[in-house]
Every structure is written in structure tokens, then in C-alpha cells.
T-cell receptor
Framework: AQSVAQPEDQVNVAEGNPLTVKCTYS??????LFWYVQYPNRGLQFLLK??????LVKGSYGFEAEFNKSQTSFHLKKPSALVSDSALYFC?????????????FGTGTRLKVLA | DARVTQTPRHKVTEMGQEVTMRCQPI?????VFWYRQTMMQGLELLAY????????DSGMPKDRFSAEMPDATLATLKIQPSEPRDSAVYFC???????????????FGPGTRLTVT
């Protein structure tokens, strides 16, 4: 069975500092991994994905994430946080070899960037 | 700029009434997903379709919820009868998640905020 864990409900970081939002996953086969961001009263917005290839993927708004197969992790990072990055972040996984198109979302991590 | 659209954006109804939510997926996408978001349960997958065929609706209460895709440009989610515990934000998402040219990510609509009193 697929699962994804976001161990932190909230992450606080000072503006200008690097940020990390953690995600670990469990799938039987090869994972497709995604990060989404949700601003208040909005739908989820796609940030970046890992499908295959380079373990470091870059996405929108200066975000990047590193796929680590041995640690089954896909942490979201940004070198310098902005106050406008404050939002709810979701990690999601799909098992590419399961024959299902079901995506499993984490519980979300609230990022608060302090001015 | 292609987007998923959902109507209505807000719906307040009384317990026992029928509720219909509509979604227009992005043109060309072959998969449509319905999710429900609440504070307590987070984001739950209710049902999804590929090429308009329902693939999995195991996340839906079968006795009151139904999901359909009458055509490629319209997906509907119905609740009949509605109950207060159905109060949530319902999201539709579409994607090109299988077959040639797949990009795999989903694009979400703005959601329908449902309140059942």
C-alpha cells in the first residue's frame, strides 16, 4: 500500500533563511512524487515533481526537492524564504507500477515565514 | 491559461437536500479526480475517472454520493440526501496521468465550499 508522511504540522522560518519541509513515502514499486502548495481559500497548486532522472528537481517560485531513494524521502527546499511563501504544503505519491492512478496526499505542513 | 473550473464556489443547504457540484477539467486531460478536504480528515480521494470511465469510487459513501462524467468537459458529484457531516471543501482535479504524453501532475480547481445545516 502507498503512504506518505509529513512529520511536521508546522514549520517556522525567518525570512531570508533556507527552508525545508519534510516528506517520506512508502510504495511497493517506483514512486512518482509531487509537491503542491495551497493558499487560503484556494485549490492546491502544483509546485514540482519527480518522475525519473535527476534526483534534484526544480520547480516554481524557486523551490526544489531532492529524491532520496535509500531514505524514501522527498524534502522540499528553498534557499531563501519569503513571507509570501507562507502557506500549506502537501506532498503526494503515486506508485508508478501498481496499475492504479491513485495519488496519496500527506496531511500537509503549514509553513510560516516570519518577517 | 488553462484551468479547472468548479461551480458553485459556495453552497449552503439544509440537511436532506440534494447537492450537485460541477467540474470542467482542462481540455485534453484524460483523468479527473474528486477530493474532499476537511480540517479533521485532510484531503481524501472520493473518486476518479480515466477517459470518462470510473476507475475507483471506494472513497465515497455509496448510499448518498455519486460521481459521473456525462462528457469529456463535465464531471459531476452529487450528494443525496446531504448531511451536516458532508460539510467540507470539494475539489476537482484533472491531469494527463497515463498514456502517451503524460505529465502526471494534477491541476486543481478552486473548490466548492459546502455547508449543510
Amino acid at each position: 500500500a502507498q503512504s506518505v508522511a509529513q512529520p511536521e504540522d508546522q514549520v517556522n522560518v525567518a525570512e531570508g533563511n533556507p527552508l525545508t519541509v519534510k516528506c517520506t513515502y512508502s510504495v511497493s514499486g517506483n514512486p512518482y512524487l509531487f509537491w503542491y502548495v495551497q493558499y487560503p481559500n484556494r485549490g492546491l497548486q502544483f509546485l514540482l515533481k519527480y518522475i525519473t532522472g535527476d534526483n534534484l528537481v526544480k520547480g516554481s517560485y524557486g523551490f526544489e526537492a531532492e529524491f532520496n531513494k535509500s531514505q524514501t524521502s522527498f524534502h522540499l527546499k528553498k534557499p531563501s524564504a519569503l513571507v509570501s511563501d507562507s502557506a500549506l504544503y502537501f506532498c503526494a505519491v503515486r506508485d508508478s507500477t501498481s496499475g492504479t492512478y491513485k495519488y496519496i496526499f500527506g496531511t500537509g505542513t503549514r509553513l510560516k515565514v516570519l518577517a | 491559461d488553462a484551468r479547472v473550473t468548479q461551480t458553485p464556489r459556495h453552497k449552503v443547504t439544509e440537511m436532506g437536500q440534494e447537492v450537485t457540484m460541477r467540474c470542467q477539467p482542462i481540455l485534453g486531460h484524460n483523468t479527473v479526480f474528486w477530493y474532499r478536504q476537511t480540517m479533521m480528515q485532510g484531503l481524501e480521494l472520493l473518486a476518479y475517472f480515466r477517459n470518462r470511465a470510473p476507475l475507483d469510487d471506494s472513497g465515497m459513501p455509496k448510499d448518498r454520493f455519486s460521481a459521473e462524467m456525462p462528457d469529456a468537459t463535465l464531471a459531476t458529484l452529487k450528494i443525496q440526501p446531504s448531511e451536516p457531516r458532508d460539510s467540507a471543501v470539494y475539489f476537482c482535479a484533472s491531469g494527463l496521468v497515463s498514456g502517451s504524453g503524460s505529465t502526471y501532475e494534477q491541476y486543481f480547481g478552486p473548490g466548492t465550499r459546502l455547508t449543510v445545516t
